[in-house]
């Protein structure tokens, strides 16, 4: 009997869930429990961390779990680790559901950075209206920068004062569009554009819109992601567990 867990907090997350819902997968989705109300789901969710590698395997026996699939963001890399080692520890199967980076394409300025501290040196020299479009957690480097203006996109209010002192914050959960993305770059008359390559298409809209007005986009690199099976479709999730996703369920909008 299958049953699966999958690590979710995605759009292809929400895709992949909902394919298990219409084939009938005995599923559950996971959460780290960031954001105060996510987006609802078609199958069982659980929010909060398992408790280190150690936590999720035990987590993995109680439930009986047959199959784990990782369909956490890129920049999630201490959840897949952790995925990789629980897999380990308990003999259980393991998929990772990724996007394919972004690639610049004609007309993109992007500068390609390594990771957050980077991206800072990468910054303007003079003062600079930036939109940030890297969320809440890995602000502060961008404080050594304090002559710019920071644009940021957060899912929730900040419940905590921000580390950066010259700060529009929009409150948006996306996935964006490219009318509203450009809308928002130059409503903000915004300079230049500090991105992580999340790839997929939730958060792409950024940079056509910076494509369009011709600004540059300081782009910051993935971290190493672990050793594991990968695949870049809902369809093939379905396949390797045994449930191939049919023209006929495929019209029912999986
Ligand atoms: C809690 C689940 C869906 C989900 C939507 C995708 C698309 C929008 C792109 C910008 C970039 C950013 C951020 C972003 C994207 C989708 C997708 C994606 C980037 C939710 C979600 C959770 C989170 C966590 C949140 C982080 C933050 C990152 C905002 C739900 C909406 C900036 C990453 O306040 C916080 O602590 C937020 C933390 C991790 C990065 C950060 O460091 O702050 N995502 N995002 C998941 C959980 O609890 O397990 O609330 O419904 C999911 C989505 N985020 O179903 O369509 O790519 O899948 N999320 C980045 O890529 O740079 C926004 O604004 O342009
Ligand atoms: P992370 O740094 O890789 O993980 C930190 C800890 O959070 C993990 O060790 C785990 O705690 C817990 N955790 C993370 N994802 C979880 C999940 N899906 N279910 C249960 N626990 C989880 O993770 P993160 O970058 O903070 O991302 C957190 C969530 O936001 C993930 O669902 C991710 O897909 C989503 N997200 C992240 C980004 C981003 O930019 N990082 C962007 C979009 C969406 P324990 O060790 O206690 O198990």
């Known amino acids: 009997?299958?049953?699966?867990?999958?690590?979710?907090?995605?759009?292809?997350?929400?895709?992949?869930?909902?394919?298990?819902?219409?084939?009938?997968?005995?599923?559950?989705?996971?959460?780290?429990?960031?954001?105060?109300?996510?987006?609802?789901?078609?199958?069982?969710?659980?929010?909060?961390?398992?408790?280190?590698?150690?936590?999720?395997?035990?987590?993995?026996?109680?439930?009986?779990?047959?199959?784990?699939?990782?369909?956490?963001?890129?920049?999630?890399?201490?959840?897949?680790?952790?995925?990789?080692?629980?897999?380990?520890?308990?003999?259980?199967?393991?998929?990772?559901?990724?996007?394919?980076?972004?690639?610049?394409?004609?007309?993109?300025?992007?500068?390609?950075?390594?990771?957050?501290?980077?991206?800072?040196?990468?910054?303007?020299?003079?003062?600079?209206?930036?939109?940030?479009?890297?969320?809440?957690?890995?602000?502060?480097?961008?404080a050594a920068r304090p002559d710019n203006m920071y644009l940021l996109r957060l899912v929730d209010p900040p419940e905590a004062p921000l580390p950066l002192p010259n700060t529009e914050v929009v409150i948006a959960r996306g996935p964006f569009d490219m009318a509203g993305d450009t809308a928002l770059l130059r409503d903000h008359r915004i300079d230049v554009i500090v991105a992580k390559n999340a790839g997929g298409a939730g958060a792409r809209a950024k940079l056509d819109a910076a494509r369009t007005l011709g600004l540059p986009v300081v782009m910051i690199a993935r971290p190493a992601p672990p050793e594991r099976a990968v695949v870049a479709s809902v369809a093939e999730v379905m396949r390797w567990l045994g449930h191939p996703v049919t023209p006929a369920s495929a019209r029912r909008g999986v």
């Open 1 to 142: 009997m299958t049953r699966v867990l999958v690590l979710g907090g995605t759009s292809e997350a929400s895709a992949l869930a909902r394919a298990m819902a219409a084939a009938g997968v005995e599923a559950v989705l996971s959460y780290a429990g960031r954001t105060r109300a996510p987006v609802a789901q078609p199958l069982p969710v659980r929010v909060g961390g398992f408790g280190g590698a150690g936590g999720l395997a035990a987590w993995l026996r109680a439930e009986g779990v047959t199959h784990l699939v990782d369909a956490t963001h890129p920049f999630a890399a201490q959840m897949s680790r952790n995925a990789v080692a629980a897999s380990r520890a308990t003999g259980l199967p393991l998929v990772a559901l990724e996007r394919p980076v972004w690639t610049a394409g004609p007309g993109d300025r992007w500068t390609h950075v390594a990771d957050t501290d980077a991206a800072v040196v990468a910054l303007p020299e003079t003062a600079a209206r930036v939109f940030l479009a890297i969320g809440r957690q890995t602000l502060a480097p961008f």
